[in-house]
Structures are given as structure tokens and as C-alpha cells.
């Protein structure tokens, strides 16, 4: 017996369920790159790119994941040289640190540990401290993916502030953008990077960085920009062909175009609350499990949670069984943890992630729950008892 047939559900944070609508968008012939449709279909995509980053300034795309997009960044306001504070909340905060290194400049990092947000009462300590403003970026994820911490934007662009200090600030919304409530302009942010596969139910393979005037200013004296990272051609080029730097990444902007028609039809605040509605229900069967039982919260604190990511611990090696249980059982794919573990001193508690962004209804949402109720009950796992019918009054309660 196979319970697993039918369509799968990944739950995954990233790559994230793909509508079916943006799949038969992308299911055509190979078309003009030089005039015609795609060619028209460039200013809109932009101009609605910048809706979803409630932002007026210019967005930049690139052929490239998520760490493209770092590097992307970074090439543009960086010198060799340059003193960067990446604020790490997990693994990939740390990430884009060694990313900067990678291209020469001095790294500092600020470590908030796996289990919290930036802390911006530290951050602004470190600011104070810093009276020749020899910092020139501060960088920051706003969602971690690994630890599924929340850092609050508006409160670090605050530290900045009340320092008077002119360092850039960096948002790596590669997890959140399209999930979380985030505002580019009314929070602060210079640049902000972002991928195509998660909140933006796209495939995996687009990149897009965001920056205002003062972060292009800064490219004047960049000297890690090379012709292919290079933001201005990119925003100020007519053609496709120069946009991307030669062969536009086709089938993507046709994905693209038919998931930013889905945002734009949804709308953006009605997307962060209903992933914050889903989140919550996920939240509550949690709540009901971890009262029998050793599954807990990685993130405590649920205003410092993403609406994108649950991250759980649990006794090792319980994490794994219940990502093997489920796949093979009732063919839900959960994420596993990464980057939870110190590698000198290796823990007792094992890591696994929910992904709840993008292409999610609540049929997916009571279905995974379910199957993660049968895993703990299916392994003999100790676990409190409601957690679906926990969820379930949750979404209720939310549609009242």
C-alpha cells in the first residue's frame, strides 16, 4: 500500500508551489527576444515588481539565484577594502557576510544567535561606537530561512538614525518578499534583494535587486562592479537584449508576468494577511503538539516569526523520521534544517521547516498539519492532541 500517490505537496521554503497558471505560461515556444511581446511585456514587469516592494525606486533583474542577487548588491555600493557589518540571525545572515568577504571587503559580524531577531538596541551600540563612520553597509536578512527569524526593518533603519550614521542599509528579502509585510520605501531599506522562487511563484533562476538614490550614488565610487553585475545598463536599457546582458531569461519573464497578474489581482496587503492567517494556524497546532510533547518553536517569540517559514526542533534524530514519515506516507516534502548546528559542538535537537509562502489555501495548509499528526502518531512520539483541530479554528476564526 502507497498513500502517498496523487500530487505531491511541497512544503518546502523555496522553491515554492507553482501555480498552474504561471506553468502554462511558461509552456510555449521559444519567442523574439529582439521585438514583439516579450519585448512590451518589460516595463510592466517592473513597474509591478516595484508595487509588491512598495517601492518608487528601481529594481534591477538578473539571470541568477539568491546569492546572485547578493553578489549583485554588494558589487554595486562595495570597494575592495570597504568595512561591512552583516547582522547574522541565522545561517544565510552570516552568508551574505562571507559573500562580501569574498569580494574584499572587511567584514564584521554582529551574531543574534539561531533562536532571534536582530536585536537593534545592540545594533545601535555598535553604530555609536563607530564615530568615523568607517561602516559602510550594514546587511540584514529580514527573513532568515534557516531559523525562520523575523527582524524588525523599521526598527533597525531607527538605529541607523539615531546614530546619524551613513552607512547603507542591505535587506535580504529572499525568503519574505510577498509573504511578509515589508515596505522598501516607508521603512528605510537602500537596497533590497529578492528571488524569484519563493513569495513570486516562480521558478528558481531570477534574481532581482532593489536600490534607491542613495545606494546608486554609492555605485560612483564601487570598484566591485563588473560589466555583467553592473545595475545601471540594466535600468536603464530599452531593449531585452541589453537588460539582461545578452539572452533575456524568456520563459521566466513569461512565469513571472502570470504570477506578479496573481499578486496584482489578490493584492498585496490581502497576501500578508493570509499568510499571517496560515502562519497562525500552523503556530496553534504547534502550540497544541509541543504541550505533550518535545516539539517546539526554533523562534519562541511569535512577533519575531516569519509568515513564511516555521522552523521546529526536536530531539534527535525525531527531525528526519518526521520528513521521512510524511514523504513516504502521505507525499508532503518538508524542509529540512540547515545551518542550526554549531559544527564543534554538536547538539542533542534536530531541525525541520515548514514552508507556507506563495501558492497556499487552507486545504494545503489543515492537509499538511494532518500529515505531520500521523507522522508524530505513526513513529509513537509524544505530542499533545488538537493541533488540527487547533489550526482549523484558527482559519475559522480568521474568516469571522
Known amino acids: 500500500m502507497n498513500l502517498s500517490r496523487g500530487r505531491e505537496y511541497l512544503a518546502i ?11 502554462r505560461a511558461m509552456h510555449r515556444a521559444a519567442p523574439n527576444i529582439y521585438t514583439g511581446e516579450l519585448h512590451d511585456m518589460l516595463p510592466g514587469i517592473v513597474r509591478d515588481l516595484k508595487a509588491v516592494a512598495r517601492t518608487e525606486h528601481d529594481v534591477a533583474m538578473y539571470i541568477g539565484n539568491g546569492h546572485a542577487a547578493w553578489e549583485a548588491a554588494l558589487a554595486n555600493v562595495l570597494s575592495r ?18 559573500c562580501a568577504a569574498r569580494l574584499g571587503a572587511e567584514v564584521e559580524v554582529m551574531d543574534f544567535g539561531r533562536r532571534a531577531p536582530v536585536d537593534p538596541a545592540r545594533l545601535a551600540e555598535r553604530l555609536a561606537a563607530d564615530k568615523a563612520h568607517e561602516i559602510r553597509a550594514v546587511l540584514f ?5 534557516a531559523t525562520s527569524a523575523l527582524s524588525d526593518t523599521a526598527a533597525i533603519r531607527a538605529a541607523l538614525d539615531e546614530a546619524g550614521h551613513p552607512a547603507l542599509l542591505l535587506s535580504d528579502n529572499i525568503a519574505s518578499l510577498a509573504c511578509d509585510r515589508f515596505e522598501m520605501d516607508a521603512w528605510g531599506v537602500d537596497v533590497m534583494v529578492a528571488g524569484s522562487q519563493k513569495g513570486l511563484m516562480t521558478p528558481p533562476g531570477m534574481s532581482f535587486v532593489y536600490f534607491n538614490k542613495k545606494a546608486d550614488a554609492a555605485r560612483d565610487r564601487a570598484n566591485c562592479a563588473t560589466g555583467y553585475w553592473d545595475w545601471r545598463p540594466r535600468v536603464g536599457a530599452e531593449e531585452l537584449y541589453l537588460y539582461f546582458f545578452g539572452t533575456a531569461p524568456t520563459h521566466h519573464l513569461y512565469g513571472l508576468r502570470a504570477a506578479l497578474d496573481m499578486i496584482g489581482e489578490e493584492g498585496i496587503e490581502a497576501i500578508w494577511e493570509r499568510h499571517d492567517v496560515f502562519a497562525r494556524a500552523i503556530w496553534a497546532a504547534v502550540d497544541a503538539w509541543a504541550v505533550g510533547g518535545p516539539l517546539a518553536f526554533n523562534i519562541e517569540t511569535a512577533a519575531a516569526r516569519s509568515r513564511a517559514v516555521t522552523t ?5 534524530p525525531h527531525a528526519q523520521d518526521i520528513r521521512a514519515w510524511v514523504e513516504g506516507n502521505t507525499g508532503l ?3 529540512l534544517g540547515i545551518g542550526m548546528e554549531d559544527p564543534e559542538a554538536p547538539g542533542e535537537m534536530g531541525y525541520f521547516r515548514i514552508g507556507h509562502m506563495g501558492h497556499l489555501n487552507s486545504t494545503m495548509v489543515l492537509g499538511a498539519l494532518g500529515s505531520i499528526e500521523a507522522a508524530l502518531t505513526g513513529l509513537g512520539l509524544d505530542h499533545g492532541r488538537g493541533a488540527v483541530d487547533a489550526a482549523a479554528e484558527a482559519i475559522a476564526k480568521a474568516v469571522r
Open 81 to 98: 577594502g570597504d568595512k561591512v557589518l552583516a547582522l547574522a540571525t541565522g545561517r544565510f545572515g552570516k552568508g551574505w557576510g562571507e
Open 312 to 316: 521546529l526542533t526536536i530531539p534527535k
Open 333 to 335: 516534502t518538508l524542509g
Open 13 to 23: 521554503p523555496g522553491p515554492s508551489v507553482m501555480p498552474d497558471r504561471v506553468l
Open 141 to 145: 536578512t529580514h527573513v532568515d530561512t
